[in-house]
């Protein structure tokens, strides 16, 4: 594999110095770039896009060509696993995703299995390949999965979901259960990710979406312990480097202390939470990752400016920061607005990293 030349995103994580803030974001491989919705044009369909590793590598590196990035994170989606463990992934649009075959019964989830990864994953695998050797060192990238809870989510809500009742009544209902399920999704995310790891991947994002949508005492049993889980299992050096791992749960800015004790390196916050006062409750243990409201990218270009100073400002001197949006980057942006982001955060960072 050809030399890393821009290192600044893995340093960050490290909590080594940098000359200026990293900056990448969730979801920039994706529908607000004219050239990402003519190749998944091209490819027919979502899935088609997500397991076509040439299509893949391609939109993975798109938003490289248009923005002066810190890392690229590989195309996939999170539902990847579920769909390998027999689920049958499919999406509608204006809906979005959707499984043939739901979790319902504890019949159901004795029967589910970990995926071979090489097998039912190894379009993922390939990809990372291939964008390893097409990114030729230029920057980092990165794999990741969906937590558990999230998946199973999904798996058991068949799709997206407002009140969560089905999933959160098997908890309520029959814990024993939901803890079977979101074992065996434990260990089939743990293998992924390693799979991912030894394809290439250099540093690792866990996404936790909807443990937000859980009370304390509840995320602490269903989410974080599986989350602690799959880190303790995952292989932290590869390529002569270490493999940094960030973990983000949307809507768990309470919970940031209990984040920052299961053993990963970063964590990502959304726009809820202040990035001032995320820094002074983690204190060294962590860097973090964030947090730009991903509406303010429909302001204006000056706007945008304008709010990454302030984020910037508000982490301060010293490494231990990678700039992001708080959540997704929104279809319906002007790239342009991203361009202003990303040169915003290059522009304005470097003075919090003199000596």
């Avoid at 050096?237 to 309470?254: I, Y």
């Avoid at 002007?334 to 955060?345: G, I, K, S, T």
Wanted: charged residues 20%; glycine residues 8%.
């Amino acid at each position: 594999m050809a030399e890393l030349k821009n290192d600044r995103y893995l340093r960050a994580l490290l909590k080594q110095s940098v000359d200026r803030t990293p900056v990448w974001v969730m979801r920039q491989a994706g529908r607000y770039l004219p050239e990402y919705r003519e190749v998944r044009q091209k490819a027919g369909d979502f899935m088609t896009l997500c397991s076509t590793p040439e299509l893949a590598c391609e939109v993975t590196l798109q938003p490289l060509r248009r923005y002066d990035l810190d890392a690229a994170i590989i195309f996939s989606d999170i539902l990847t696993v579920p769909d390998a463990m027999g689920l049958g992934l499919y999406f509608v649009s204006g809906e979005g995703p959707k499984f043939k075959n739901t979790i319902q019964s504890a019949a159901d989830i004795r029967n589910l299995t970990v995926p071979d990864m090489e097998d039912s994953l190894g379009y993922v695998m390939d990809a990372i390949r291939l964008t390893r050797r097409e990114i030729d060192g230029k920057v980092p990238l990165i794999g990741f999965s969906g937590s558990p809870w999230t998946l199973a989510c999904y798996m058991v809500e068949g799709g997206s979901s407002k009140d969560f009742a089905k999933v959160k009544g098997m908890m309520f209902d029959a814990p024993e259960q939901m803890h079977a399920l979101l074992n065996v999704l434990a260990d089939s995310v743990t293998a992924y990710l390693n799979a991912q790891i030894n394809a290439g991947a250099q540093a690792i994002m866990l996404f936790d979406t909807w443990g937000g949508s859980l009370s304390p005492d509840n995320y602490r049993q269903f989410s974080l312990a599986y989350m602690e889980k799959i880190v303790a299992g995952l292989q932290r050096h590869a390529d002569g480097r270490d493999v940094p791992v960030t973990l983000f749960t949307k809507g768990g800015g309470q919970w940031l202390e209990w984040m920052a004790e299961t053993g990963v390196n970063a964590v990502g916050l959304d726009w809820t939470t202040d990035i001032a006062n995320a820094r002074q409750r983690v204190g060294d243990k962590v860097a973090l990752q964030g947090n730009m409201d991903p509406c303010v990218l429909y302001a204006s270009g000056d706007r945008v400016e304008q709010e990454v100073a302030s984020i910037l400002a508000a982490y301060g001197k010293g490494t231990g920061h990678v700039f992001n949006l708080g959540h997704g980057i929104h279809p319906s942006v002007d790239p342009e607005n991203m361009r202003r982001l990303v040169d915003a955060v290059h522009q304005h960072s470097a003075q919090y990293h003199q000596d």
